[in-house]
């Protein structure tokens, strides 16, 4: 019997997984994968819920992975909602309800290619399927910890695919192939407080602080790559807290944030922030501390055999032909592409984190079959 993929995501949809919370729905996906007879091992590390199954051997000829997440962001006031919000409300062919969208549909639709396809005609090779409780957070003990107890228990990826939300307007009309990285720079300039009149006696962290917000702001880092868009910096807070007129502030902070393609990593830009905040201390006489934080470094899977793959399955399901892009945010696919070649591939992100989030039934079942011949063609080969 077909596994539903749509059954499937409704009912983690009702598992109120909020990150860090598990709620049932990484239970749940294990009892579904443990009866079509996948080898399962909760992978849980500082409070985090994390999934590890196998199905086939684990020296396997080719083994196909697959990463996914069942935590969701939180879901704001409920009474905003049309419907509860863990309710899996279903309507004039939607699937309501967080994480709908993002991406308990992506983590249902594999699931159920999966267990199909090891039932009815089981492939030589293996599958593996990660999923992780810890997306949405801090990301610390997610897939990383799942990549990290790989590498001791000798188990491998050879290929994945993270089931993102990657589509825009329909279905298969986007894969990405990489994502650009991002990094935050948090400085604090340091002057003098003071009155206001006597401005020989004080010295103003401000005027420091709005030179470096016009370096950087005005810098151009590239020109953008073939396949990534250019680099850019944004200035997203000046804070003082100064709620005086005329007293000048001892000290003022600001945040930036940058997202890079691959002609940058995070040490290079932070070299730059290091010699731009030096240089602008320097000519005001203040003190500029400054810490960064790399939540991800640029990383791109160059257009080869997964990529092909993914987009000949896309075409076949759908008649289109998918966009290689590499925009958006980020996701756990970089913390996978240092353990194998990924691309991402899911659903359509229609209102993902918002309210009323919701998926279309029909994307979440054409989703399966994207994923059932990818499997097929892949184990084929």
Known sequence: M??????????????????????????????????????????DRNGTPNLFARWGARNARKVFGFNGHTDVVPVGDPADWTHPPFSAHREDGWLYGRGATDMKSGVAAFVAAAVDLVSEAPPDGAIVITVTGDEEGPGRDGTIAILDWMAAEGER???????????????????????????????????????????????????????????????VLDEGTDHFDPS???????????????????????????????????????????????????????????????????FLTPPGDLSALIASAVEAETGQKPVLSTTGGTSDARFVKAHCPVVEFGLVGHRMHEVDERASEQDIRDLKAIYCRILTDYFAA
């Open 157 to 219: 990826m050879d290929v994945c695919i993270v089931g993102e939300p990657t589509s825009v307007a329909k279905i298969g009309d986007m894969v990405k192939i990489g994502r650009r990285g991002s990094m935050t720079a948090k400085f604090e300039v340091t002057g003098k407080q003071g009155h206001s009149a006597y401005l020989h006696k004080a010295l103003n962290p401000m005027p420091a602080v709005a030179l470096l917000a016009h370096r950087l702001s005005t810098h």
């Open 232 to 298: 850019t910096i944004s200035v997203t807070t000046i804070d003082t807290g100064n709620p005086a007129s005329n007293v000048i502030p001892a000290r003022t902070r600001m945040t930036v944030n940058i997202r890079f393609n691959d002609l940058h990593t995070g040490a290079s830009l932070a070299a730059y922030l290091r010699a731009e905040a030096d240089r602008a201390a320097a000519e005001t006489g203040t003190r500029i501390e400054m810490e960064t934080q790399v939540s991800g470094e640029a």
């Open 2 to 43: 077909s596994t539903d993929p749509v059954e499937l995501t409704a009912a983690l949809v009702r598992c109120p997984s909020v990150t860090p919370e598990e709620a049932g729905a990484l239970q749940l996906l294990q009892r579904t994968l443990s009866e079509a007879g996948f080898a399962c091992t909760r992978v």
